[in-house]
C-alpha cells in the first residue's frame, strides 16, 4: 500500500500563521459564559472556580478603532499579493508584505516588506529586494525576524536576519528545500535537507539561531538510494522545550517517525506512526505536538497527540480532538491559545493553557481574511475583501497581555 506525507508550505505555513506561519492575533467581546463556552468548543470539563482561575484576563474586549493599512497604495499592479507576519515582542513590530506579479515577465517584479510600528502604525523600516529575489514570509523571534526566501530554480531557502526595524543583518543560504520549522520560544528554527548519492539519501538536521546562523547539524535517517522519480518528504515540529519531531517519507514507501534534541541527536527511537497523512505539527503549551492530519473519512483534523521522546502517537486531548484548524496561535506569555476553526462564520476561541474554554471574541470584519497574533500580543487581520484589494491590514495593538 502507497503511504502519502503531505509537508506543510511556507507560505501556509508561515503567512497564514503556523508556528511560525508562517508561518501560514484576535479582537473581540467575550462569549458565552464559561461553562456554555466549554460546552460549545469541547473544552475540558472543569468546576467554575477552576474555569474562571485558568481563564482570568484572557478574554479581551475589544475598545477604539483599529490602526489600518493599506500596504498596497500606489501600486498599479491590479493582481498585489499581500500578506501579514507576527509581530515581535516589546513595542511590537508589524512586518506587512507587498508583491507584485507580472506572467509577461516570469514572475513577481516587485517584492517588499515594510515594518509599521504597532502602537501608531509609524513606518520604522522598509526593505525591497531586486526582481525574484527576498523573503516571502517572516518567522518572528522575541525582537527581530527571519526571512524566507524560496529559490525559484532549485527551491532551495536562503535566510535573511532582520532588525526589529527591517534592516537585514546577514543572508545565509542553506540547501534545505519546502519550509523552516520554528522554535516557539523564539531561539531559532530548524530545517531538513535531503541529501542524494549513489549509495543512499541521508536526511540532514540543520539548526539555525535567531540571527540565521548554524547552531547545529546532524544526518538523522538514511536510507537506500533515490531513483530519479523518486524523493523524500517531511514534516516537523518543534515543542516548547526544543525537542523536534521530524515524520518522513519516501515518494514509494511507509512514513517513519523519530524525535531530536536541539543538537539533532535521536532522543527516540524511530517509528512508524499510525496515519501517514501528517499535515502540519502544532506545538502546545505542556511540551507536546497536536498531529493535524487526515481522519479515517480522509477528513482534515487534530486526529493525534506526540509526547516528547515517545515512540508513537497517542489520541488527542479532548478540547483538540477532530478539530478542523483554521488558525492556532499561542498567546503571549504562554497564557493559553487562540484557534479558528474552518469554515464561514467562524470567531476566535479562546483556551486556557489547560484547555478550558474561556470565551470567544469576534471582530467586526474578521470574515474577510486571515489573522495572526504577535508575540506582543497585538491581533493583526487581512481584509481579503475590500474594494482596495487584499492589501488593506487592521490591528489591535497588543490585544492580549
Known amino acids: 500500500m502507497r503511504h502519502v506525507l503531505l509537508a506543510t508550505a511556507v507560505l501556509v505555513a508561515v503567512a497564514c500563521g503556523s508556528g511560525e506561519k508562517v508561518e501560514t492575533a484576535a ?29 482570568d484576563g484572557l478574554v479581551p474586549a475589544v475598545s477604539g478603532t483599529p490602526l489600518v493599512v493599506d500596504v498596497g497604495s500606489g501600486s498599479a499592479n491590479p493582481t498585489p499579493i499581500c500578506s501579514a507576519a507576527r509581530p515581535d515582542e516589546g513595542t511590537g513590530t508589524v512586518p506587512l508584505r507587498l508583491a507584485t506579479y507580472d506572467p509577461s515577465v516570469g514572475g513577481s517584479y516587485q517584492n517588499a516588506w515594510v515594518f509599521y510600528r504597532s502602537s501608531d502604525a509609524a513606518v520604522l523600516g ?14 518572528t523571534h522575541p525582537s527581530g525576524f527571519t526571512g524566507i526566501e524560496l529559490s525559484p530554480e532549485s527551491g532551495q531557502i536562503d535566510l535573511h536576519s532582520l ?4 534592516a537585514e543583518s546577514l543572508e545565509t543560504p542553506t540547501k534545505a528545500e519546502r519550509t523552516v520549522v520554528a522554535d516557539p520560544a523564539g531561539g531559532g528554527m530548524v530545517t531538513f535537507e535531503v541529501q542524494r548519492s549513489a549509495a543512499q539519501y541521508a536526511l540532514r538536521y540543520d539548526r539555525f539561531d535567531s540571527d540565521a546562523g548554524l547552531a547545529a547539524t546532524a544526518v538523522v535517517a538514511t536510507g537506500p538510494p533515490l531513483g530519479p522519480d523518486q524523493d523524500v518528504t517531511w514534516v516537523a515540529g518543534t515543542t516548547t522545550s526544543g525537542d523536534t519531531l521530524v515524520v518522513f517519507a519516501t515518494t514509494d514507501g511507509g512514513c517513519r517517525a523519530v524525535w531530536l534534541d536541539r543538537e539533532g541527536g535521536r532522543t527516540s527511537a524511530e517509528f512508524a506512526p499510525a496515519r501517514c497523512t501528517v499535515q ?9 505536538l497536536a498531529v493535524s492530519g487526515n481522519d479515517l473519512d480522509g477528513n482534515p483534523a487534530v486526529v493525534a497527540l506526540a509526547r516528547p521522546r515517545t515512540a508513537g502517537f497517542e489520541n488527542p486531548p479532548g478540547w483538540l480532538a477532530g478539530i478542523r484548524l483554521r488558525e492556532f496561535f499561542l498567546l503571549p506569555g504562554g497564557k493559553g491559545y487562540a484557534l479558528r476553526r474552518q469554515g464561514p462564520g467562524q470567531p476566535i476561541e479562546i483556551l486556557a493553557a489547560t484547555g478550558e474554554s474561556c470565551g470567544k471574541v469576534r471582530p467586526a470584519d474578521l470574515d474577510k481574511g486571515p489573522f495572526v497574533i504577535g508575540r ?17 491590514f487592521r490591528w489591535y495593538p497588543q490585544l492580549f497581555k
Do not use: F, I
Request: proline share 7%.
Open 376 to 392: 506582543d500580543g497585538t491581533l493583526v487581520e487581512q481584509d481579503l475583501a475590500g474594494s482596495a484589494g487584499p492589501c488593506t
Open 27 to 55: 479582537a473581540g467581546v467575550p462569549g458565552a459564559d464559561a461553562g456554555a463556552a466549554a460546552a460549545d468548543a469541547g473544552g475540558v470539563a472543569a468546576d467554575a472556580g477552576t474555569v474562571k482561575a485558568a481563564c
Open 126 to 139: 522598509r526593505r525591497r529586494w531586486s526582481p525574484g529575489d527576498g523573503p516571502v514570509a517572516l518567522l
Open 163 to 166: 532588525t526589529h526595524e527591517g
Open 280 to 288: 502540519q505539527l502544532h506545538p502546545l503549551l505542556d511540551g507536546t
